[in-house]
C-alpha cells in the first residue's frame, strides 16, 4: 500500500508546484490529523474564489490507515461560512485502497495470510466546522463530516496558514 502514499504524496508536490507557478501570492495551505474509524492526516491547498467571500475552496489529498482498511484520495472541499467562525462543508473526490476480506479464502487459509481486495469508490461528504484565529494568517479548525466514503465519518483538527 506504500504506493498509494507514495502516489498521496507526488500528488500533493505537483499541486503545490503548480498553485505556486500560477498564483500571485502562495496559496493558503491546509493540514489536518483525521480520527473516527481510520485514522490518518491530509493536506490541501486554497483554490481562490474571486466574488464569494463567504466560499473557501480546497483540494485536498489524503491518506488514512487502519487493521482492516488503507487507503488514499483526492476530494474537492467547499467551506461555506455562516459566521467568521462556523462553516459548512461539502466535499467531492475519489477514494482508492484495500481492504482485509472479512471471509477467508473457499480452501482454508493459513491464519498468517492478509487477503486484501482492493477498491475505489466515490467520496462524498457533508459537516460542520469551527475555526479559532492563531494570528493573522492562520488559522486552527475543528471539522466532523459523514457521508459516502471509505471511513464513513470522521472528525479532523487542523491549521490554515
Known amino acids: ?38 485514522n490518518g492526516g491530509s493536506v490541501g491547498i486554497e483554490i481562490k474564489q474571486k ?7 480546497f483540494v485536498n489529498a489524503y491518506y488514512l490507515h ?4 488503507e487507503y488514499g484520495g483526492m476530494n474537492y ?14 466535499s467531492g473526490g ?16 493459513n491464519e498468517d495470510d492478509n487477503e ?12 460542520i466546522g469551527y475555526q479559532v484565529p492563531m494570528s493573522k494568517a492562520s488559522r486552527m479548525f475543528f471539522e466532523w463530516d459523514i457521508g459516502l466514503k471509505a471511513s464513513i465519518t470522521n472528525i479532523n483538527i487542523g491549521m490554515t496558514f
Do not use: W
Open 77 to 90: 472541499e467547499i467551506r461555506n461560512f455562516k459566521t467568521d467562525r462556523f462553516y459548512t462543508i461539502v
Open 51 to 57: 466574488d464569494a467571500p463567504n466560499l473557501q475552496s
Open 94 to 109: 475519489v477514494d482508492y485502497g484495500k481492504i482485509g476480506t472479512l471471509m477467508g479464502s473457499p480452501g482454508g487459509s
Open 1 to 38: 500500500m506504500k504506493t498509494i502514499l507514495i502516489s498521496v504524496l507526488i500528488i500533493i508536490l505537483m499541486i503545490i508546484s503548480s498553485a505556486s507557478l500560477y498564483c500571485k501570492s502562495f496559496p493558503m495551505v491546509k493540514a489536518a490529523l483525521n480520527a473516527g474509524l481510520v
Open 66 to 69: 487502519s487493521g482492516f482498511v
Open 116 to 127: 486484501y481486495s482492493t477498491f475505489l469508490m466515490p467520496h462524498i461528504t457533508f459537516g
